[in-house]
């Protein structure tokens, strides 16, 4: 159970236009999704929260126009990378709590960001 | 001060070996403590979840936290070379409405064969 599925797993764009990803619980309702950047050696940087039908909260220095992040439903939430640089190249990683009493997350199995 | 401290290693250790794996903390107000597995290039895979302090025991792996010393650790046994990974601790603290996590930075493991 718990499982987290993201996609695509690897996307090549060019400078300029915009990227979508998604993640989704496959097995269970999803209060809360995080969404994660990660540079290579690097630990989990926390990029925003959502909640289910309502605005994501972003964490400081995260630029919320440019990270557009939509949680439609229990069992989906999207991440646009609008206007992508090169230097948003990164690998994407979002989680998703099952919101019963644990704070627990189940993490995706992550999307790699080539932008040229 | 990072909020959770973490030796990013790497740490080489003999097929067989006991490894010890271990955070600590500062933020007294952290409650619920997890240990992730994260291969190259992979999403981190949650291996143990434990609230407040104790320990938690499943197969090869035992999760211990101290809280007065606020220092938890990840115990595996009879270590294989598919252990070798990035082990992240994380927690989190009670009531902040968050539920976010706060992770250590990982401590590469490599099981020699």
């Known amino acids: 159970g718990a499982v987290v599925s993201q996609h695509p797993s690897w996307v090549i764009c060019k400078s300029g236009t915009s990227v979508k990803i998604e993640c989704r619980s496959l097995?269970?309702?999803?209060?809360?999704m995080f969404w994660y950047r990660q540079f290579p050696k690097q630990s989990l940087m926390l990029m925003a929260t959502?909640?289910?039908?309502?605005?994501?909260?972003?964490e400081q220095g995260v630029e919320k126009d440019k990270f557009l992040i939509n949680h439609a439903s229990l069992t989906l939430s999207t991440l646009t990378v609008t206007s992508a640089h090169p230097e948003d190249s990164s690998f994407y990683i979002c989680?998703?709590?099952?919101?019963?009493?644990?704070?627990?997350?189940?993490f995706g199995p992550g999307t790699r960001l080539t932008v040229t | 001060q990072k909020e959770v401290e973490q030796d990013p290693g790497p740490l080489s250790v003999p097929e067989g070996a006991i490894v010890s794996l271990n955070c600590t903390y500062s933020?007294?107000?952290?409650?619920?403590f997890m240990w992730y597995r994260q291969y190259s290039r992979k999403g981190p895979e949650l291996l143990m979840y434990?609230?407040?302090?104790g320990n938690k025991e499943d197969g090869r792996f035992t999760a211990q936290v101290d809280k007065s010393s606020k220092y938890i650790s990840l115990f595996i046994r009879d270590s294989q070379p598919s252990d070798s990974a990035t082990y992240l601790c994380?927690?989190?603290?009670?009531?902040?409405?968050?539920?976010?996590?706060?992770f250590g930075s990982g401590t590469r493991l490599q099981v020699q064969p």
């Open positions: 097995d269970f309702q999803a209060t809360t």
């Open positions: 434990t609230y407040s302090s």
């Open positions: 989680s998703a709590n099952p919101g019963t009493s644990g704070y627990e997350q189940y």
């Open positions: 959502s909640n289910e039908g309502s605005k994501a909260t972003y």
């Open positions: 933020n007294s107000a952290f409650q619920y």
């Open positions: 994380a927690m989190s603290a009670l009531g902040t409405g968050r539920r976010a996590l706060t």
